[in-house]
């Protein structure tokens, strides 16, 4: 059976709307689809005018959508040096500290009760570990940190580690405000386009019928149709104590699974009456033939039934 295969990318679906204008221009008068326009209220240049509204708010998205992905670069590579420094400090002073790991507290450092270092989750956490962490040496006179040999050692500059630190927390904030001005522009594009969306979609679904022998001249209008055989849908449903339930288009040879743990009867056809099948918990019924609709019943009064079946669509 042929059906749309509907874009979903903004892109594509601009591009869509560009060839039923191209198509609907051409044509003039003798375009086929000039009643539904007039039955429907569909104007194509007010979607053309809302079609380049949407363009322009598509174009600023992208834009901030580019301008956060290399401010997410330029923080992360700023903060690799500071993060990773604090992390073989922490392992350090937890050495230092190796009869009681849990000094590592007074340095903002979060330590499980299987004495095991739990780093923050996200930028924020663990910029805020790193900084409570070298305000902690901070507090020490010049050279009487515990820390001390440990830095000079493997050259470690915490002040140039919380000056990056801080520049990186400076890029994370107009991260964030480049992230929300892409998510309004992109609702503003979706919400200029909404209207243009529905009627490419009416359009599409007339031009079908219209040419109910040949729907692949669809294409003319820039629709793609497609006409393959679809995949068997594979679904896990439910069924409530004392219920029944009619499936139907069941895939033949496919199998009916017993996905819980108490059993249900297959009656063939429509109606729980007459002979039936029992499925065990974890066990399978093999679609035969005839039995493409069948109707299950739980006659469990205390748990409801899970099954697992292929559906044809």
């Known amino acids: 059976m042929a059906r749309l295969s509907f874009p979903t990318s903004f892109p594509k679906l601009l591009k869509l709307f560009g060839s039923v204008l191209a ?175 529905k009627n490419l979609r009416t359009i599409g679904s007339y031009l079908v019928k219209f040419f109910p022998k040949n729907p692949h001249k669809a294409g003319d209008w820039g629709y793609v149709i497609d006409s393959s055989k679809r995949a068997p849908r594979i679904y896990r449903g439910k069924l409530g104590q004392g219920q029944k339930k009619t499936l139907q288009h069941l895939v033949k040879g496919s199998e009916l699974a017993n996905i819980s743990s108490m059993p249900f009867k297959i009656f063939r056809g429509k109606n729980a009456i007459g002979t039936f099948e029992t499925v065990l918990p974890s066990e399978s019924f093999i679609i035969a033939h005839g039995y493409g609709t069948l109707t299950l019943l739980n006659e469990s009064k205390t748990a409801e039934i899970k099954y697992e079946a292929r559906f044809n669509n």
Request: charged share 30%.
């Open 23 to 197: 198509k609907d221009t051409a044509d003039g008068a003798s375009s086929v689809i000039r009643p539904l326009l007039a039955q429907q209220d569909i104007v194509l240049a007010d979607d053309d005018a809302a079609c380049a509204d949407a363009s322009a708010a598509h174009d600023n998205g992208e834009k901030f959508s580019k301008s956060a992905e290399k401010l997410r670069q330029d923080r992360d590579n700023l903060f690799r040096t500071p993060f990773k420094n604090y992390k073989n400090c922490v392992q350090f002073l937890k050495r230092l500290f190796i009869d009681n790991p849990r000094q590592l507290g007074d340095w903002g450092v979060t330590v499980n009760n299987r004495h095991r270092v739990v780093h923050g989750v996200g930028f924020i956490a663990r910029k805020m570990q790193v900084g409570n962490f070298i305000s902690k040496h901070e507090l020490y006179a010049p050279g009487t940190s515990p820390l001390q040999s440990f830095l000079d050692e493997n050259n470690i500059d915490l002040a140039s580690d919380k000056s990056d630190a801080n520049d990186a927390e400076t890029f994370h904030s107009d991260l964030e405000q480049a992230n929300k001005n892409k998510e309004t522009e992109f609702g503003n594009r979706d919400l200029k386009f909404r209207a243009v969306k």
